[in-house]
């Protein structure tokens, strides 16, 4: 009877074989990447991770989004979760925290260093010890100034085929861009000639090229080195853009999928319960391939259409779109399920709403960003029609109505309003630092830096927030409703990531989903319509304020309910 390594080595050859044709690379590879997983094993099996639940969330942040004077900015974040968080967020997921040159964090020098201006892996496992930890894995591409690349530009046999040259024949004509950089850049080799490579990104994030098999293994030891120094989730950053192949899009390729096949089947053996998020910022029906069958790629796949949808219902005042969509997600099973957010620190994708808003919906939802003088950028269609492609702008600033964008009250029950939707939908819910905090926009760094995304990037100094949480009412207001909210969800195992999810047609007014089944499931009802809402054909007991509503309720404009089905 086969042991557990020959099932590994099983599912490892069947994805080899989507990557290469020649039998004896596949036989090696595929010895390989067991062997390497084998050497991980006894350090992983020494840490524990929890599994998912109801009381599972993450709070994205970067390293030094809290600092203080004289302190390592992981030292402070940890102070923050521990001493101000607690147990209302499971799961902090730090943003790239190593050595890096550009794009915030996303062009890496070294994988398996943390940044000397962020903290020491010592402060990693301090952070750690109160909270589960999911890191950032960049393994499409490295820094221009990496040790890999620098080797490759080199010719040293330990980095051949690394990077990608693509010769003459190679045919690019198809190739989908998330920028409108050149896609190749020419770089000097010390020997005087010039080398050019694959730079999806930018002229400073050059693509690591997977097809290697000594690349590949490097990738795959890095991602087993973060399990071992404790991430219980790693998150898989523009994995779309991994694998190419002449006359494609070069996105979403079989082998892409294949290589995240093989990561999985690894953790599934020797780091059971860890986890794989992947993201891709792409329309929903390319989105939920990442799952796989739903045991053998991803553990969680960003649920990217969630945000503009939630948004575009507030600014309508009409919950029908996100309804409609919700009430067709895919069935995943007990070993998938969705990684829900609203904010983050990249903009508001509006191309995972494409076909679910009409673009002139989409086109509102940016009036209204522009109108909190935010910004809105646009993609060129095919027809040479224009189409909204990412919004910039605080998630939170992005809710409320222009001419109330003063009042804190507004602004403190629409952001719970919102967050009542992510908190109740199906999957694990993730909430972006700021908007845990009520922050509102950061207009002088974006303008002072010339990058849209910095307008939702600011450091918190963090003696003068734990000052406005006290004196604040739009920062005290939202943090102790989203950690209310945070910590009831806790308590109910209708909440729990795989529990069943029917959503209710309740009028335009309301977004309402049924969460678990029977007695013990929980109705959701969020009023999105900016005014007052009469709900019929609902009862129970609200968890969040204990009152009983006995065939149906009123809901005050951006008021929500979570009834306990008795």
Known sequence: MPGPDNDLATRIAAQVAVLHADPAVRTRLTADLVALAESHRDA??????????????????????????????????????????????STVHLLPMFPWTSDDGFAVVDYRAINPTLGTWDDIA?????????????????????????????????????????????????????????????????????ATAWTTFSADQVDVNAATPAALLDLTDVLLSYITAGADTVRLDAIGYLWKESGTTCLHRPGTHAVIKIWRAILDEVAPGARLLTETNVPHADNVTYFGNGADEAHMVYQFALPPLVLHSFVAGDATRLSHWAARLEDLGSAATWFNFLASHDGIGVRPAKGLLTPAEQQVVANRVVSHRGRASYATEPDGSRSVYELNVSYLDALTDPERSGDPHHAVTRALAAHAILLSMIGVPAIYYHSLFGSSHDIVGMESSGINRRINRKQLEADALLAELETSPRRRGIFAGITQMLRVRASQPAFDPFS????????????????????????????VSGADAEVVGVSGTDLLTGARHEEGLSLPADGFAWLAQE
């Open 44 to 89: 992983i099996a020494a840490r524990n991770t929890a599994p998912l639940t109801a009381g599972s969330s993450y709070l994205i942040t970067y390293g030094d989004s809290f600092v203080r004077p004289g302190e390592a900015p992981l030292a402070t974040l940890r102070t923050i979760a521990d001493d101000v968080i607690g147990d209302a967020i």
């Open 126 to 194: 301090c952070l750690g010890e109160r909270h589960g930890l999911m890191f950032d894995f960049v393994a499409n591409h490295v820094s221009a100034s990496s040790p890999w690349f620098h080797g490759w530009l080199a010719r040293d046999d330990r980095y051949a085929g690394y990077f990608f040259s693509p010769d003459g024949d190679f045919d690019v004509s198809h190739v989908v861009r998330p920028r409108t950089t050149p896609l190749v850049h020419e770089y000097p080799r010390p020997d005087g000639t010039v």
């Open 500 to 527: 069943p999810q029917q959503v209710l047609d309740l009028g335009p007014a309301v977004f309402a989903v049924r969460r678990g089944v029977g007695p013990g499931s929980v109705v959701a009802v969020i009023n």
